[in-house]
Structures are given as structure tokens and as C-alpha cells.
């Protein structure tokens, strides 16, 4: 921005947007949104990172979250059931994980930021947690889930040098049984060759089932022709375009409708009836930057075992306060 080479239109992770909006980066298209009505033909909980003071600065492009992945004929070999729940989660892992051999029960990534607090937050939403109080008991079980993986290596250390992609090749490669990561990683698994079936479930929760809105947003930014950026947002919103869209990304249309719900099938199509029915908002700070860094790093020295977790979690809970404090 300070170099005037802001992109026209930006897309980015839409918990991302309120900070780029405090930033003075995206331009108001409240009053585009409000005259082609699109806001009433969009999954209505995508929006909730998308205002500031009352106005519209951004449009829900994708809708993309996160399951997990297994390895059927692993599991099937070790006589193990589908894990739901972080107990039998943990059961599974103890009887998968073949340390001898370099192979770890799980994989997640955490090497960028962002996907490492997403799949935080994906956690601490089935415990009840919430980011405002990440070191009571909520927030603690979480850390302490990642300590437990850690210590009995069913979680390879070498995550932390993995983002998404790297992790569906570790898994298509069999150095995990089971992944966290983004329903579009199902579209590359099946564009692949994989020696093993594999299947696709809800990330297995605490107390209860977690289904968060996360996805990309697309805005306008400041140095851009408003005028001909929206050209291209007037095209990118069409119905036909966005369900084109999600065909080709692996993800859930924006706009999803029966039709689309009845091209899916079994356990697929349940997630997607789930995450619309039960979807809830990730919500956002202005200061989102400085509280992903702090959960992001969190994790990382929850896995270096070199302190206690509830020291770890004061640490993080301290960052995470002075930036909504300062939000």
C-alpha cells in the first residue's frame, strides 16, 4: 500500500478483512451490495467479518472448511471406528501410530499463521472456548490436546514446517493416518493416485459439534478504478459463476441451493447440510494480526515441551487481551 501497488481487487481469508479495513486498505461497496441485493442470496453467517462501522466492505467468495481426512484401510487394518469425539480420537491415535517406522497418527499444518489458529479455533468452538479467555479451563484443554499429541509423537514436530498443501502430500504419502484440513483438499485427493481409501468426517470435537464459516472474502481496495473492479465483482457473483467456482476449487457454493445439496452424497453431503444448518461465524478483531500471531505461537511452544501449558496459555491470553482491549 505504502508503494501504491495495491492488487484492484484482493482476496484473503475472511477473518483477515475487519483488520484491513482498520488498515484503510478496502474500499466501502455497502451501497453496490445493498442495490444488487446480493446480500440476501449469500449463506448469511459468511458475513460476519465483512462489516465496519455499519457498512459492507467486502463480498463471501468461497466457503471452505475444515474435516478430516482418514486413511479407511488403516484403520479398517486396526480394527479402529471412525474417531468423532477427542476421546476416542486420542484411543485411535494410541493404536495407529507406528513410531518405529516414522509414520504419527495425525498431521495438521502450522507452519503459516493463519491455518494454524484456524484449526485452533475450530477446536476451541467444540469446547464452549472463546479467544476472550483462552487460559481457562476451555482454552487450556485445547493446548493441552496438542501437548498430549506432541509427548506421545501421534503429532509429527515437523508440522510446524508444513502449510495445507505440504500436508495433503504427507498424507497421500502415508506419514499420517488421519489430517485436519480444508474441504477443498478433497477435490486434489481425488484428482490423485492414492494407494489407500480414504474418507472424509467431522474434525472431532469436545463437548460439542463445531461448524465455523471459513472461507475467502473478495474486496476493493483503496488505490483501485472502483468502476472496473466492480465489472469483475459483477461478474464473480453471478449464480451460475459462483457455483462454477466451487465446482472448480473443491469447495461449497456460496449460494448453495437443493440442486447442489442433491450432487452430493452420503457422509459429503451430511457436513454440508450440517455446516449451513449449524454454522456459526468465526468473528474477528481489528488487531486479528497481532492475536494469530500470539495463538500461532502458542501452539509452537506448546509442541517444544519447554514450558507448562498454563504458563503458555497466560502468555497467549495476555497478547490475545491487550489487542482486543486496544480493537
Known sequence: MEQGKLSDIIICENVIVPALIDMGILQDIDTYIEEKEIFNHYTMGLWGNARSDGKLYSIPLSYDPYVMYYNKDHLKTKGQDVPKDWSSLLEVCETISNRTFGTHAIGVALRQTEEATNIFIQLLASTG?????????????????????????????????????????????????????????????????????????????????????????????????????????????????????????????????????????????????????????????????????????????????????????????DKVSVAIIEN
Not at 213 to 228: C, K, L, P, R, S
Not at 245 to 271: R, V
Not at 287 to 305: C, E, M, P
Request: hydrophobic share 40%; proline share 1%; glycine share 6%.
Open 129 to 317: 472456548g472463546s479467544i476472550r479467555s483462552l487460559n481457562d479451563e476451555n482454552g487450556i484443554k485445547v493446548f493441552r490436546l496438542f501437548e498430549e499429541l506432541s509427548k506421545k509423537q501421534w503429532i509429527s514436530k515437523e508440522c510446524i514446517n508444513w502449510n495445507e498443501i505440504d500436508l495433503i502430500e504427507v498424507f497421500i504419502n502415508g506419514e499420517v493416518s488421519m489430517m485436519f484440513n480444508r474441504l477443498s483438499a478433497l477435490k486434489t485427493l481425488q484428482e490423485r493416485e492414492i494407494g489407500f481409501n480414504f474418507g472424509v468426517s467431522i474434525i472431532p470435537y469436545d463437548k460439542k459439534e463445531a461448524y465455523l464459516y471459513h472461507g475467502e472474502n473478495m474486496a476493493i481496495t483503496v488505490q483501485a478504478d472502483y468502476e472496473e473492479a466492480i465489472k469483475f465483482i459483477d461478474y464473480l457473483v453471478q449464480d451460475k459463476v459462483t457455483k462454477k467456482f466451487a465446482q472448480e476449487t473443491g469447495t461449497i457454493p456460496i449460494n448453495i441451493d437443493d440442486e447442489t445439496l442433491n450432487e452430493s452424497e452420503g457422509t459429503l453431503k451430511e457436513l454440508i447440510q450440517n455446516h449451513i444448518k449449524q454454522g456459526i461465524s468465526k468473528g474477528s478483531f481489528n488487531l486479528w494480526f497481532n492475536i494469530s500471531d500470539a495463538i500461532s505461537q502458542g501452539i509452537r511452544n506448546v509442541l517444544k515441551n519447554e514450558k507448562q501449558v498454563q504458563e503458555i496459555a497466560d502468555e497467549v491470553q
